[in-house]
């Protein structure tokens, strides 16, 4: 429950620290591609909500990513003051789209250094979410796509807003390979056989269809997604939170230490795929349509 | 079917064999903590049911486990004769609360050890129930929490009545973390994120969430319980004997020999966080609520 | 869509190839036990349809299996054209009854030699259908019992006619352990906790329980099964082949390395398992109730 829960205008009230804000500000002029604010609950938590804002469909472009790498690993090393974080997008319609295809086009040797290096960002940027030890929320309010949907996989909770709006992996119709850690994420939510089938077909689902399937913890409607995702870290924070950190350390250990010893070997076989002739013409293709490139 | 199926009152007859009654009445002295009757049934099964009646909550004091396990051994070694075994609690309302708070409060080095003997005393009694080779069914008649509702994971089939009682590992809100063994029942129940989120947040779910998310096989009627438990294990008993028992047996060895390399490191971390100020804090005011200290 | 998905009658037009007609000339007279079409999808897609006819129930005979091996292993080695595969039966109201219990009768060595050899056959056959790396679905419109079910719980998707038949393995029930790769498979495809339950109990399932377990991917009508089939392996084709094919691999790698590491001592108590004299028993009680002996 919130302390303003009552109030129907801004019955959220951003409590701002001035740490936030100093941090806020001096964040704007680098990386314009996200705002947060903290969010004070009546029990004294600090809920930290992060927008997501790099328009115009929150692609993780290489620089999105080490700046949001940066600010998790600034609220797990205790710099950023945050009890839960609830991870939310302000483009209307859209969570994020996932990678940045650009940076996936090769036509030589130095596309292949480029394209490693994007893809290490990448693994950095989900091991710096995957590895926050507070309580990290989704709060959906539109398309949840590829590596979007990784995001998501990687927090505590999802709540997904009743609309218009899709979410899955569609990777493989581009001709991209999710990393085996992905296939992992998906098959610990919603089972192996449905990861296996899903993955294979790249399919995205409605928010029921995510909810039956158990890719989505709730579907509420829109009005209601910011005071829900609230009581919800609420209650993640009821429970001791030593208790609570080692148990979500403990489902995490065993895929991190296997990413240790697989990361190589799995980034070298996404860039022979990515690489093929049949993966670069439909990612050209796809870019074309969207009319980034 | 039961021979006497049809027999309104008193539809179930215990046929008590000399072997359990005596053996009935040689452990009512040393512990009162349960009574066990063999029923009969209409292929000539003998299907044990063992009823916890440790008031008032059948807390898992070390003594109630001890006698349970040395049960649970004489079973497995057939000093005890039995095709199947259900467990239930006599008491109304109540299956069981869990491990004993009382023997987690440590002052002292020498609390220290007595809780590390308490924890191994619960690893055994649980190696003992999860390895009994036999048809094991939960007959759950009432709230079933903590590590009662270990107790029912580690069953093969979980029958609950449908009244208005709660089922789930709420170790959390305690500030226990659940060892790894439950977490990773737990996943094989409901599957690991779902797990997960529950042990995070120390869920507890009523019988027909319980059944929706699989951490339950059946909810029937009050009046119905007892029928139907004995009708499914005499399904567990018209398949071949040696072929069910090596399936069980395969379906638990990869977690009995996990269990065997990470008991002493799980069972040190697990101290360590009951050794904290804040679980402490929270097992002691708990107590006080429920007036045991 | 196919391309005269608007004809009524004889809809899926069977564009058998040259190569396909000799293939299936040939071999006829060798192994009468299923015929095989190639559909011509609107995109070009060639779609093999495999229609097991081992009458009266498709039980898995040497020779059948054999066969079947030997064309799997030709559409891997793309000897036979085939962008994706389904597997249905063409005789009415069954798709596979299982594994020819005779094979399985000891009564010296030799006997134990011949279900030695009987179980590697099985497992070479299962291999070549579970490592097959284009598309396979089933079409089930019967009965889909024991090894029958395997045959479908190692395709990439299946589909069931909504008609009065049974899925599931049910092989305890003739005192028969699967082995631990099945465990795993179906595991995978239900979960750990009902998996190990539904192997104990031998369960069988009717489509619409099967489904709502995921045993099965969808339940339709019994007109719409063929066409449906074809649209679903059309949407396994509309994906990048590489990044599929990949995909499928690694969903399958693990369980192939456990396989080849446990291969020989799951055989040898399994083999162990069917030499008892009460699974004996069973399976001849079976064998004279089915009048196949």
């Given at each position: 429950m919130l302390k303003v829960i009552s109030t129907l205008n801004g019955f959220i009230q951003p409590l701002r620290s001035l740490h936030i804000v100093r941090c806020s500000a001096r964040r704007y002029t680098l990386c314009p591609f996200y705002t947060h604010d903290t969010l004070q609950s009546i029990r004294g938590y600090n809920i930290l909500q992060l927008s997501l804002q790099h328009y115009p469909l929150n692609i993780l472009t290489s620089q999105f990513m080490e700046s949001l790498t940066d600010f998790f690993n600034q609220i797990q090393d205790r710099s950023i003051s945050a009890d839960a974080l609830i991870i939310k997008s302000s483009i209307p319609m859209i969570y994020s789209a996932g990678l940045d295809l650009t940076e996936l086009i090769i036509n030589n040797n130095f596309d292949?250094?480029?394209?490693?290096?994007?893809?290490?960002?990448?693994?950095?940027?989900?091991?710096?979410?995957y590895c926050l030890d507070i309580p990290v929320l989704s709060l959906i309010e539109g398309d949840c796509l590829a590596a979007g949907c990784i995001i998501?996989?990687?927090?505590?909770?999802r709540i997904m807003s009743d609309i218009d709006s899709k979410m899955g992996i569609n990777a493989t119709k581009v001709g991209i390979t999710p990393p085996f850690w992905v296939c992992r994420?998906?098959?610990?939510?919603?089972?192996?056989?449905?990861?296996?089938?899903?993955i294979q077909l790249g399919t995205v689902f409605s928010p029921k269809e995510a909810l039956n399937?158990?890719?989505?913890?709730?579907?509420?409607s829109p009005?209601?997604?910011?005071?829900?995702?609230?009581s919800v870290a609420e209650k993640f924070l009821f429970v001791d939170s030593l208790a609570r950190r080692t148990i979500k350390l403990r489902f995490r250990e065993e895929l991190i230490s296997e990413l240790k010893n697989r990361l190589n070997s799995d980034r070298n076989e996404l860039i022979r795929i990515i690489s093929s002739d049949t993966t670069q013409e439909r990612i050209?293709?796809?870019?074309k349509i969207t009319k980034i490139v």
């Open positions: 292949l250094d480029k394209c490693e290096n994007y893809l290490t960002t990448f693994e950095s940027f989900w091991l710096s979410l998501a996989l990687s927090t505590d909770y994420l998906l098959s610990q939510a919603i089972g192996v056989s449905r990861a296996d089938r899903a399937i158990q890719l989505l913890d709730q579907v509420v009005k209601d997604c910011q005071a829900i995702a609230l050209r293709k796809l870019l």
